[in-house]
């Protein structure tokens, strides 16, 4: 059949977070966000660049996800015939880096696809469950007793695991009084990057609380060291930001540098490349599970559909629109069942209608391509 863009809408949309969320490398307040709608036939699809404000996440913030899609990916696929949407993606493969800025647009053109066949995006894309589990991400608290009642709070409504995000000065004691409150849930850290490889006899101390794993806790681009780190850990090491493609996945398996993998679909360049990286894990039997980026409504139901891939099955990150939206780009938003998990939408595309009226009024910034 084929499949032809003829337009492109980028947008801009400025989203209070209810909650700060701080991380070893930032805190965010505000949210600036990056839409991409892709139009063919009249009929549009939606994707979300995932990128922070910032470049310290990862090398993308919101103007280098604007630039790059609209100097770069945007034109690359305007007017293009295309076999399908799966080949939106290596259209994409000389621009280096920026995988989460064409991750928008590779993403919004599955969703235009699945649409334009009437089909559920979780379906086309090959997914094999209607309800996935949902674990929650806690920043650094204030205090420790905050950070108690958050987890309390956060268990009450059903999520299935918790993780908490870690640094120097705010890990072993904080996570040795998390289990003595809460001696059997499922619970995680996420360090992002934020420890060297010399820290290894520090990081072992976790050992004694365990837990389900420890996320990312090397170099941001390393794969190498976690290796070794892994090596001296009885905790399972997952791996985040190291993990940008099928191959980084395949070569961290083969090195043993981590047992679990973190997917998150703009980290990788879309849906193509995160099936991809599913396959690899799954293949060598290493679990994986849903990341999330503070995502608008867009991006988040997104993840849903990505969640429901044979693979994942571990909680993800991905969890209720209320969490940081006091209002989201879709209604209804999502929702997570006392059970803490989200029961998949079968409507068309990835199922949450749009609120375009109360899209229009957050935008700060819109441009049509084509
Ligand atoms: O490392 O998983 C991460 C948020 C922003 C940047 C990086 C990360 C996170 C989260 C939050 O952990 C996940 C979420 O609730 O969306
Ligand atoms: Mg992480």
Redesign the pocket.
Known sequence: MGLRIDRIVLRQVRMPLVQP?E?S?GR?TERQIVLVEAVAGGVSGWGEATA?EHPF?NEEWTESAWLILRDYAGPRVLGCMIEDASAVGPLFDHIRGHRMACGGLEAAAWDLEARLAGLPLWRHIGGVRQEIGCG??L?IQESVPQLLKKIEDELEAGYQRI?I?IKPGWDVDVVREVRREFPQIRLMV?A?SAYRLSDAEHLRRLDEFYLMMI??PLGHDDIIDHAALQAKLETPVCL??SIRSARHAEQAIRLRACKII?I?LGRVGGFGEARRVHDVAREAGVPVWC?????SGVG?AH?VALSTLAGFILPG???ASR??WARDVIAPAVEVTPRGTIVVRDDPGFGYPLDLDFLRSITVREEALG
């Open positions: 969320f991380t490398f965010t922070g996440y929650v991400s920043g993780k995000k996420d992002n996320e990312q985040d930001e973190n998150k990341g999330g980026m503070l995502e988040r993840n990150d991905v969890s969490r940081y």
